[in-house]
C-alpha cells in the first residue's frame, strides 16, 4: 500500500497587517498584540514605533484625566488645491483612517497629579502636516497655559507644513512662535518632545523652542531631507546627522529617553520647572516676569558684526577723499608759497666800520619794518595757492601764528616804499629818513 506524505503549505510572505508588523530595523516580524503590551517597541533591537495621538495621550497622562478642547476643528480649501484628487478628499480620506479632524489634538490633563496643557500631532494623518488648524491649536494652547498658569507640553510628529494650504500654512509659523515667546516672558514652562519624525516648518517653529526639547532614539529630526541639505551646502554630511543621538551629541537636544520612561522623565522635569508667580498684592494679577524679550532684527544685528567687523579706520596719513565725511581732522600739506621780493631803495651805505661806545646800539625796528610789506602781502596769496585747504577742518583754516598779520603798530609804522607818481615831493619813510641821517 503506498504511503501518502503530507502536503505542506509554502510560507507566506505576506501577513494580514493587523496581526503582525516587520521591525524597519531588525526584520524581525512582531506580533501586534505583543508589540502594544511594549509601547510599541521592539524587544529585540528597540526600534520605537510611531504612535498615534490617542496612544501618546494614554502613554503620557493620568488615565482618564484628557479632556480634549477645540475638537471641531477643521481645515477649509481656500486655494480650491488639486493635485491627483481634492484637497477635501484627502482630509476625508485621512479623517476615517485615523478618526481625527485634523493632525493635532490638545486639551488639558493631569500628569503625576499636576495640571497641564497638552497639544500631541499624528503622523498618521497627511504626515502630520501642520495647516491652519493644527496651527491654531498649538497656539490656543499656548495661549490657554499662559491665562492658567500651567505648564505647556507639544508632542510633535510632522513632515513640515501643509502645501495644500499655500501661504496660509507658513503663517503658522509666527503665530505659534509669537505665543510661545509670551509664554516664555511670563515664566511657563514649556516642554518640547520631538517623536519620529519632526522636521519643515514644525522643526522650524514651535518643536525645538521648549524649555527642554527631549526626544525619542532614532527619531529623524531636520528641516530638509539629508540629499537636499547636501545639495544646498555642495558637502557631504556625516551619516545619521539627522538623528537624534547625532542632535544630542552636538548640543541641541537635552535628553534622548526611552518610551518607557518618558511619562516618568516629564514628571521629574515638572517638579523643577515650576510656572512662576509674581502677583503685585493689590489684586492678586500676575506682573510679567521682565524678562528680555526676543528681538530678531537685534540678534541679527548683532550676530552680523561678530561676524563681519567693521573694517578698520585708515592711518591719518593716508589720503582720503573725504575728510569732512570721515570726521577726522587731517593736517593739509602747505603749497610753498613765492612771496614778491621786498622793493629795494638806494641808501648811501659806507663802509662796515666799528660802532663808536657812543653811538646807542640799532634797533631791531628797520629790519621788521622792511618785512612787513612781504608778510602782509604772502598772507592772501598763501590762501589764494592752497585751494585743497578750504575743503579741510575748520582749524585748517585758520592761520597758523607764523604767517599770521602783522601787529597793527608795524603796519601804522611802515608804509608802502613805493614813490608817488605825483612828483614825489613827500618825504620818504621815518625810518629810512633815519637810517639815512645817521649814515650821512
Sequence with gaps: MPIKLPSFRPRRD??????????????????NKQLDKVQRVCPN????????????????????????????????????????????????AAQLATGMRDAAAWGTATLDGRPVALCVMDFGFMGGSMGAVVGEKVTRAAEYALVQRMPLIVVS????????????????????????????????????????????????????????????????????????SAGTIAQELPVGFQRSEFLFEHGFIDRIVHRSQLRAEIAMLLGYLVPASRS?????????????????????????????????????????????????????????????????????????SEPSPESPPESPEPAAVATAPAAAAAAPAAESATPAAE??????????????????????????????????????APAIADEGGRHG
Aim: aromatic letters at 6%; glycine letters at 8%; proline letters at 13%.
Design 391 to 428: 575743503s579741510a577742518t575748520p582749524e585748517a583754516l585758520t592761520p597758523a601764528p607764523e604767517s599770521a598779520a602783522p601787529e597793527p603798530e608795524a603796519i601804522a609804522a611802515s608804509p608802502a616804499p613805493a614813490s608817488d607818481p605825483s612828483g614825489g615831493d613827500e618825504a620818504p
Design 14 to 31: 505576506a501577513y494580514p497587517p493587523d496581526l503582525w508588523t516587520k521591525c524597519p530595523s531588525c526584520e524581525e516580524m512582531l506580533f
Design 45 to 92: 533591537c528597540g526600534h520605537h514605533f510611531r504612535l498615534s495621538a490617542d496612544a501618546r495621550i494614554g502613554l503620557l497622562v493620568d488615565h482618564g484625566t484628557f479632556v480634549e478642547r477645540d475638537a471641531g476643528l477643521q481645515s477649509v480649501d481656500p486655494l480650491s488645491f488639486v493635485d491627483q484628487k481634492t484637497y477635501p478628499d484627502r482630509v476625508a
Design 280 to 352: 503685585n498684592g493689590s489684586n492678586g494679577d500676575v506682573e510679567p516676569l521682565g524678562l528680555p524679550s526676543f528681538r530678531p532684527l537685534s540678534f541679527l544685528t548683532t550676530l552680523a558684526e561678530r561676524v563681519m567687523p567693521s573694517d578698520p579706520e585708515p592711518s591719518p596719513l593716508a589720503p582720503t577723499n573725504g575728510p569732512r565725511a570721515s570726521g577726522r581732522t587731517i593736517a593739509p600739506v602747505e603749497a610753498p608759497v613765492h612771496s614778491p621780493a621786498p622793493p629795494r631803495v638806494a641808501v648811501d651805505t659806507p663802509p662796515a
Design 157 to 228: 510628529a510632522s513632515g513640515g507644513a501643509r502645501m495644500q494650504e499655500g501661504t496660509l500654512a507658513l503663517m503658522q509659523l509666527v503665530k505659534t512662535v509669537g505665543a510661545l515667546e509670551r509664554l516664555r516672558t511670563a515664566g511657563v514652562p514649556y516642554i518640547s518632545v520631538l517623536s519620529d519624525p519632526t522636521t519643515g516648518g514644525v522643526f522650524a517653529s514651535f518643536a525645538v523652542l521648549g524649555d527642554v526639547n527631549l526626544t525619542e532614539p532614532n527619531a529623524l529630526i531636520g528641516f530638509a531631507g539629508a540629499r537636499v
